[in-house]
């Protein structure tokens, strides 16, 4: 597996005091309650991104990336055949996008997260951009490295730009 797992690509559009504006390459991400695969599939410096709605709760992480000028996406053999012998683990592609993102060195918890999430939303407001609208009222946030420190990390509330809601 070694030299499967890179760190997360992005291009920074917009960095100010309070947020940052990033641009995600198409990534294939991972969720539920998978460990054993997370400690074997991934490496330092993919952030475990989690996505907690009313209803629902997932936790993911970001396996493989698109190149840059690669127009397709592919999940390494070793992880397909690794992610095949876990009957708990959904490999999922996730599109290019636009995502604010507010930096945190706190722990994550629920009114950590949801301080930041609105002091990031009022950022957004400031600079005239404008968040996809979430239905659920879910927030996402992800922590770097969160499975394999205890002591301080870096955390991000992540919103989702709309299309068009942004010069980018």
Request: hydrophobic share 45%; net charge neutral.
């Amino acid at each position: 597996m070694t030299g499967v797992m890179r760190a997360t690509k992005y291009l920074v559009l917009s960095l100010a005091v309070s947020n940052e504006v990033k641009s995600f390459k198409e990534y294939f991400k991972t969720f539920h309650d998978i460990f054993p695969f997370v400690f074997k599939a991934m490496r330092p410096l993919s952030p475990a991104i989690m996505k907690v709605g009313s209803s629902s709760k997932s936790m993911m992480w970001p396996l493989v990336f698109k190149a840059p000028g690669s127009s397709t996406l592919e999940v390494p053999d070793c992880i397909l055949e690794l992610a095949a012998s876990q009957n708990i683990v959904d490999i999922q592609p996730i599109p290019e996008q636009v995502v604010a993102i507010g930096v945190f060195d706190d722990a994550s918890t629920e009114p950590v997260v949801r301080a930041n999430i609105r002091k990031l939303n009022n950022a957004l407001k400031r600079d005239g951009l404008d968040p996809e609208v979430d239905d659920e009222g879910s927030v996402t946030f992800a922590q770097y490295d969160a499975v394999y420190t205890m002591g301080k990390r870096r955390g991000e509330v992540w919103i989702k730009l709309a299309d068009g809601g942004h010069p980018w």
